[in-house]
Each structure stands twice: as structure tokens, then as C-alpha cells.
């Protein structure tokens, strides 16, 4: 069972971890890495590709299974957070 | 002599014209043509005398190599349908297969050898030899072999190879090299074949037990070996068996296998100095192609040409061929090809269809005639919609810096399909992420998504990765 905020941490990481998009910007790294801050999937420049690697990595390293349509039904870091822990 | 006359009677015209030709050698001793030949003659006379007729099914246990080839060569004159009954496979097996093919006999040394309701023939080689029971024997007959193929699962597929079938491409076969041996890890009915088609040609048979890498290297100069057939693990095992010493010169290594990895074919390659060759081709079809140092060059997964007289064609999965260069489902005909299975019409149909034989290859045939193998069609992962061959992940991450051996695998997932992952056994120092980059840069999104480091990977008594097993381990490794 993983709560709302482990799971938030873990989607950061997926993001950091994502082979396709690198965020660079320092100011969405900041938000990225705040607990309390949302982080869209779209200012991140998530696109189709980005979102399926993005699932990849949380199945392979995590055992999460989510789908891309997941991540545009709640488009970001927190709401995404949000959603696992409701599901789990 | 015309390719239309019984294989024993070209083979007793090659005798007469190189009487005093080794046939085949053991131990240093050679067997000429002519006293080969004057022994299969009598056994086929004393095997017509003990009630065999044309047209006969008939087993061969004989555990003797030479025994066993003047047995089957004379099975072969009588016109009768052999096959070979290892006393190492299980009684049951043994059993089904006798009353399967109606086993009249069982050519043997033990009564226990015969089975299913058989009769046991105990063969006399020295009045053979001596020509004792020739004048019984009946005009040169067609004989047909009876290959099977390893029945890991359920019963084992068992089909009929008539005359042209057992020496299709002997001619090609002997351009490789007339002084041939093969490694005793194939199976008896590949060795069969190849020794008809080195008798046709006029060629000698180094026959050998199972030998350490260095014995066989003295082995292969001390007889002049031209061509040597082994099997993917030996050759893998070759050059480190050697230990430093020389492979000798001018041999041509003869492997087979839809796909051998380049880090091998190149390791071997480099360090026995000598030329590779890969045949592509299956028990049904026979010799499809045979792939060299320059079509690898060109190419990591070409197979080779296609061979003058074998058909390749790509179909969908509709069985509808595809324009040419496209990549399908791999189908083939050849003079070389069984007509089908033995009272199998499942596997008949899902096999074969209108005289071609659909292996469950996929791959691409080149407008020039060469072809492509990319893989087993059930071993393709389909990523979204992106298909992914792990042979392609292997050969992108064969020869990476401390990379020892690797097989990609599927983990499946309910939303994505499969996810290409790679299973390793690495060396100190391996860069795990490295790869995992450097995979990227080559394959894009045909890439594996995770690297995982094993001690060994989950190999079959076949020497294949049991893919299966592979995702098990992941998860295992990931609780």
C-alpha cells in the first residue's frame, strides 16, 4: 500500500528518469521536487511517446501498471499522485 | 549416371570408379569405396535373406557407427522405409514409434531392442564383409528415411524423406570441402544424410566421438578436415577450448541454427581463422540458404542467398505473399522438402500448405535473392504497435564491454503490450545503464527498457533461453 505523497515521489522520478524527455529547467526541477506543488505533464512536454516510456518505467521499476489515457484524465505530477493512491 | 538412378546405385559407381578412395575414416583406419560398398551388398543380401523386403519398415539400433551406416546404406538398397531407434531414448517412445510406423524389424544386437512386436535381425558385418549373402540380394532398390523430430512435447512429428530429399544439395554440400567430420551432437538422421551425400559426391568421412577442442584441432590436420560441422554451443565453446593452441588452416566451420550470434560468428571467426558459414534451412525443407563472412558482412541477419533451386516466398498473415523486399512470414519449396508429416493433418495444415513449408520464420527476401531472418514470428513482441524481434535487442547489445551473454524477453502488460527487456550474465565492471543507452542510440523505441544482471541465464537441455522463465525471474527480483 502506497500513500498519495510515496507515490508522488516515485512519478517524479519517473519523470526525471524518462528517456525520451529531459527537463532541464530549473524552476519545473523545483516544482517537480516540491511535495506541494502540481506539475503539469504538458508544461513537462509530454507527448504520446513521452507517456508510454513514462508507463514503462513505472511497470518495469515499480510494478504500477497505468495506462497513457491515465495520464491525460489527470494530466499532472500531483494529480496523477492522486489518482494511483485512490486506485491502489 | 543420372540424377534419376537410385542413390545405391551411384554410390556403388562411384565405388567402382575410386575403389581404394576412403569412404570413411576411424581411428586412423580408412574404409575404402569398394570394400564399404562390397560389405552394404552383402548386408543387404543377408537382410533380404533374414525376410526383409522392398517396401519394408524397418529400425535400426546398431550402436556402432560403422555398423550403423552399412545397416542403413543397405536398408537404403533393399528399398525399404529405416529409421533409427536410439537405445538412449525411452523404451515407450521406442514402443510408439515402431507401431506408428509398422516396424517389421528391428536391425539390433539386443532382443530388447526390438520393440513393438518387431522382429530383432542380429546383423553378421564380418560374413557381410566377406560378401557371404550378396547373390540374395534383390535389385537396387529407393529407400526413404524416417526423421523426427525431437518430440520434447507430446509425440514426436515424424516424416517421410525420399531419395531426393536425403541428397538434395550434395554437390553444394561437397563444394564446402570432401574431407568432412561432424560433431556427434547432431542428430542420427542429419548424420545420415550427410554421410549419403559425402558417399555420393565421392567425399570421406572423418568419424569421430564427442572430443575436447584440442584433440579435435589435431584430429582435423592430421586428416586434412575440409569441412566441419558443429553445432551452435560447441562452436560457441571452440575457440577458449583451444587454449592457446593454433586452429588448423584452410578448414570450413559449418554451424547451423536460425540464428547465431554475431559475437560468436565473429569471436570464432578471428580466432580459429577461418571462414564461418551459417545454414538456415529446417528437417522439412532442407537447405534454404547457407549465410558467409560476406553476406554477414553486409548484413548481421542475412541468411544467406537463397539456394538455386529452393523457392522462398513472404507472405502476410492472411497466407497472401507480400511485394518483394517486404517482411512476412517466411514460406519455402524445394526439392528438398518433405511432402508432410506422418499421419499428422493438424500439424500438416498449420505447416504446410499447397507444397510450401511455412517454418514460422518471419523475415524479408532481397530483390536479389537474399534473404533475411529476423526471427520466430512467436517470439515477436509488439509494443503498442511497434514490433520488436529479440534477436534484433541481442545483436544491438552483443560485443558491449563486458557483456558475456544476453537474451531479450517480453514482460507482458495489460496497457503497452510487451515490454522489451534484457536479461545479461556480465563481467566486473559492466555498465548496465550504459547499455541501456547505447541500445537506445541503435534500436530507438525497438529498445529494451530495463537491464537485468543474472548468473546464468535459464537455458532448455536444447541449449535455448527459456524466455518464460526470464519473466519470472524479473519479478522475483523485483519483491
Redesign the interface.
Same mark, same amino acid.
Given at each position: 500500500m502506497r500513500d498519495r505523497a510515496a507515490l508522488r515521489a516515485i512519478i517524479a522520478e519517473g519523470v526525471r528518469q524518462n528517456?525520451v524527455v529531459s527537463v532541464s529547467d530549473p524552476a519545473l526541477l523545483a516544482r517537480l521536487a516540491d511535495p506541494s506543488a502540481e506539475c503539469g505533464f504538458e508544461e513537462l512536454g509530454y507527448d504520446s +511517446?513521452a507517456r508510454? @516510456?513514462f508507463? %514503462?518505467?513505472m511497470? +518495469? @521499476?515499480h *510494478?504500477i !501498471? %497505468? *495506462? !497513457?489515457a491515465a495520464l491525460l484524465d489527470h494530466p499532472g505530477v500531483d494529480a496523477l499522485a492522486a489518482h494511483l493512491a485512490r486506485r491502489e | 549416371m543420372t540424377e534419376a538412378a537410385p542413390v545405391l546405385t551411384r554410390i556403388e559407381a562411384v565405388a567402382r570408379r575410386i575403389p581404394d578412395n576412403p569412404a570413411l575414416l576411424r581411428d586412423g583406419t580408412p574404409i575404402a569405396y569398394g570394400a564399404l560398398l562390397r560389405q552394404v551388398h552383402g548386408m543387404a543380401g543377408q537382410l533380404a535373406r533374414g525376410g526383409i523386403a522392398p517396401g519394408d519398415a524397418v529400425g535400426i539400433t546398431v550402436g556402432d557407427v560403422v555398423g550403423h551406416i552399412v545397416v542403413s546404406l543397405a536398408l537404403m538398397r533393399l528399398g525399404c522405409r529405416q529409421v533409427s531407434l536410439p537405445p538412449s531414448d525411452p523404451a515407450p517412445l521406442r514402443d510408439a514409434l515402431a507401431r506408428r510406423l509398422g516396424l517389421v524389424a528391428v536391425v539390433g544386437e539386443a532382443a530388447a531392442e526390438a520393440r513393438g512386436g518387431a522382429a530383432l535381425l542380429r546383423p553378421d558385418f564380418d560374413a557381410a564383409a566377406a560378401g557371404r549373402d550378396a547373390a540374395h540380394a534383390p535389385p537396387v532398390g529407393r529407400g526413404t528415411m524416417v526423421f523426427s523430430t525431437s518430440g520434447t512435447t507430446g509425440r514426436p512429428k515424424l516424416m517421410l524423406a525420399e531419395e531426393p530429399v536425403v541428397t538434395h544439395k550434395a554437390d553444394m554440400l561437397a563444394g564446402f570441402g570432401r574431407v568432412f567430420l561432424h560433431a556427434p551432437s547432431f542428430d542420427g538422421h542429419h548424420s545420415r544424410r550427410l554421410t549419403v551425400r559425402s558417399l555420393l559426391t565421392g567425399g570421406t568421412e572423418v568419424l569421430t566421438g564427442t572430443l575436447p577442442a584440442r584433440d579435435l584441432a589435431r584430429l582435423v590436420a592430421r586428416f586434412g578436415v575440409q569441412r566441419l560441422h558443429l553445432a551452435p554451443p560447441a562452436l560457441a565453446a571452440l575457440p577458449d577450448g583451444l587454449d592457446g593452441a593454433a586452429w588448423p588452416p584452410g578448414t570450413r566451420i559449418l554451424t547451423t541454427g536460425t540464428r547465431v550470434p554475431q559475437a560468436v560468428r565473429l569471436q570464432a571467426q578471428a580466432r580459429l581463422g577461418c571462414a564461418l558459414h551459417v545454414i538456415y534451412g529446417t528437417t522439412e525443407v532442407g537447405l534454404v540458404s547457407i549465410a558467409g563472412p560476406d553476406d554477414h558482412g553486409r548484413h548481421p541477419d542475412s541468411a544467406g542467398q537463397v539456394l538455386p533451386g529452393v523457392e522462398a516466398e513472404v507472405t502476410g498473415e492472411d497466407g497472401q505473399p507480400l511485394p518483394p523486399g517486404e517482411e512476412g512470414l517466411l514460406r519455402f519449396r524445394s526439392a528438398g522438402a518433405v511432402r508432410g508429416y506422418v499421419d499428422d493433418p493438424e500439424a500438416d495444415a498449420r505447416f504446410f500448405d499447397d507444397g510450401w513449408f511455412r517454418p514460422g520464420d518471419v523475415g524479408r527476401v532481397l530483390p536479389g535473392g537474399e534473404l533475411l531472418v529476423a526471427g520466430r514470428a512467436d517470439d515477436r513482441m509488439t509494443l503498442g504497435i511497434i514490433k520488436i524481434f529479440p534477436a534484433e535487442i541481442e545483436a544491438a547489445a552483443e560485443g558491449f564491454p563486458e557483456l558475456r551473454d544476453c537474451a531479450a524477453f517480453a514482460v507482458p502488460s495489460g496497457a503497452l503490450g510487451d515490454i522489451p527487456v534484457l536479461a545479461v550474465v556480465a563481467g566486473d565492471g559492466f555498465d548496465a545503464a550504459a547499455l541501456l543507452a547505447h541500445c537506445r542510440a541503435r534500436l530507438g523505441l525497438r529498445a529494451p527498457r530495463k537491464v537485468v544482471v543474472l548468473a546464468a541465464l535459464p537455458r532448455n537441455a536444447s541449449g535455448k533461453v527459456v524466455r518464460r522463465d526470464l519473466v519470472a525471474l524479473l519479478r522475483t527480483e523485483g519483491e
Open positions: 528517456p +511517446l508510454m @516510456e508507463c %514503462i518505467w511497470q +518495469l @521499476e *510494478g !501498471e %497505468i *495506462g !497513457e | -
